[in-house]
């Protein structure tokens, strides 16, 4: 990652990518085309999908359909996750 980036791609394979995310302060990141999964590696926080508010922590994954509003909310400055996103644009 170079400074200023928030997220790093690792990988792609036919329809699906595979990201290092790490934000830090805040997630300002907004809904993506493709269906997503976090696998949290480092840090804890909130995380926020749709009206649902839900805590995370190493270890958690999370789904994120195509087009939800979703971001990560008083996360600790160590946060890091993979991120993979897959299918066709506007999810499966």
Known sequence: MTPGDLSSLLLTH?????????PRGVD??????KDEIYIITRGYGWFRYGAE??????GDALFVAAGVEHKFEEFSDDFEAWV???????GE
Do not use: C, D, N, W
């Open 14 to 22: 036919g329809s699906m990518t595979l990201e290092y995310y790490a």
């Open 28 to 33: 300002k990141q907004t809904p993506h085309s």
């Open 84 to 90: 993979i996103f897959y299918g066709s644009e506007g």
């Open 53 to 58: 508010r839900v805590r995370f922590a190493p």
